[in-house]
């Protein structure tokens, strides 16, 4: 253990030394040259393929410096894709300034909404991928935008003391560099109603339930359920129980009051006093907990009569359903011990 320690400790001296002395012409020295080409970064390349592509075109000297200097500026999620025009005599520091600052040649960039992100979630990516300046602006918005319909019909049933988390649909969007957090909020509203059609809100009606009610419901689906071939299964099981005034139990609730994401939260987390914390408190949690996608909204519609009122998911990712709590107990003894 000792020699595997000095090894670490002798290799991560020589890598000093090796940045120190030859990264660092490369990193912040520019020269001279006058030369310059198109380059692309693609959407979805990483650092090493983007270091690779610069290495080929001759724009950088070594892929391990330029890798090695994005990593310690903790640059790798804030590049962005689209043509640059790059002088061949950039150093690697004006580069990853020039990929991260919104110099692209294109006017417009795409942004990538996660299924079951939360609008904090949603605001640091917009922030990290460079659409928006601040996250707390975002946030800020949407509290503004919940208190009204902004002429959606969908968002009537609100209540207005919410924030728009739930109508935040999940998606890429293609939108201008230069726009604002309401052509932003724009998009994703026309996306989501796009997507709630006639006959998916007669369907809600006839459910007995509200659209903020269905989100509610399907954001839980989204974050406690991965296999969509199990959510109208284990829908049906958190209807049951709402209706009949049992807890949902729902660790993902947990999660969203704790700020966390563990799998299985510890017991402290469950004694938390929040109407979120849906161990200590029956019914649905007072609003949504994230933005779902399509499956876990028509899940929370159309959900699989069945027998059963418990559920685990084995380490394997497969649902094991019970009908008696002392048979889920069994089956957590079984699986998960």
């Known amino acids: ?166 109508y935040l649909f999940p998606d890429t969007y293609r939108i201008y560099k230069d726009a604002t957090i309401e052509d932003i909020l724009k998009k994703m509203l026309d996306n989501f109603d796009s997507k709630l059609t006639p006959k998916t809100r007669e369907d809600i009606k006839k459910s007995g ?30 209807w049951k129980r709402v209706e009949a005034g049992m807890p949902l139990q729902s660790d993902a609730t947990i999660n969203y009051v704790t700020g966390k994401n563990e799998p299985s939260p510890s017991l402290d987390d469950l004694k938390v006093d929040s109407l979120y914390n849906t161990y200590l408190y029956p019914d649905l949690p007072p609003g949504p907990i994230g933005n779902p996608g399509v499956s876990a909204i028509e899940a929370a519609i159309y959900r699989t009569p069945n027998d059963y009122w418990f559920y685990l998911s084995k380490p394997n990712g497969e649902t094991v359903y019970s009908k008696t709590h002392d048979e889920h107990v069994q089956n957590k003894f079984k699986y998960l011990k």
Not at 230 to 236: A, G, H
């Open 1 to 166: 253990m000792k020699k595997a320690i000095v090894y670490l400790i002798i290799i991560l001296v020589l890598a000093s030394i090796f940045i120190l002395a030859y990264g660092y012409s490369a990193i912040y020295k520019s020269s001279l040259s006058s030369e310059s080409e198109i380059f692309v970064i693609e959407s979805g390349q990483g650092v090493k393929q983007i270091g690779s592509n610069l290495k080929q075109a001759d724009f950088i000297s070594s892929q391990f410096v330029f890798e090695t200097y994005v990593w310690l500026r903790r640059a790798q999620s804030r590049f962005q894709a689209g043509e640059y025009e790059l002088n061949k005599g950039l150093s690697i520091k004006e580069l990853v300034d020039f990929f991260t600052g919104g110099n692209s040649l294109s006017k417009e960039q795409d942004i990538k909404i996660i299924e079951g992100w939360n609008a904090r979630e949603i605001a640091e990516s917009l922030e990290a991928q460079g659409a928006i300046n601040n996250a707390n602006d975002f946030l800020d918005k949407i509290k503004y935008y919940g208190s009204n319909t902004n002429g959606y019909d969908f968002l009537a049933d609100k209540p207005a003391k919410f924030s728009l988390e739930g």
């Open 209 to 238: 339930h509200t659209i903020f009610e269905i989100l509610t419901m399907a954001s839980i689906i989204e974050l406690e359920v991965p296999a969509s071939l199990d959510r109208r299964m284990i829908s049906d099981i958190f």
